[in-house]
């Protein structure tokens, strides 16, 4: 099963007792997340996320970069500040805690991946 969280505040006690009930029950869960413009566009908020669904069970599997679709632009962060945050994970967390960073592209077959290897 994949969720969506895009932040550790959406973490509460109602949903942490949920996503354990789940896995407890033999469902794998994963979760992807969007990187937001002052919404979860640090290392730290991206830390807290990983831990607090971790903590829950959940594996973050996937960071998409936002898609450029009308009324989003606001949100937009650059593929550098991205890049960074994810190479800030990688030095902190464990490899199970690092999500794929990706971009969907329209006509493409799969998830691009946005942050080859550990520098």
Known sequence: MVVH???????R????????????SGFPVLN?????????????????????????GVLPYYLHQLDRVDGTQHFEVSETVGQQILKTLQARLPGYAVPRYVREIPGATGKTPLLRELP
């Open 13 to 24: 006690d109602d949903c942490l007792a949920a996503l354990r009930r789940l896995v407890r």
């Open 32 to 56: 992807q997340a969007v990187l937001l413009r002052n919404i979860n566009d640090t290392a730290m908020a991206q830390e807290q996320l990983s831990l607090s669904l971790v903590n829950a």
């Open 5 to 11: 969280a895009n932040h550790a505040a959406e973490i």
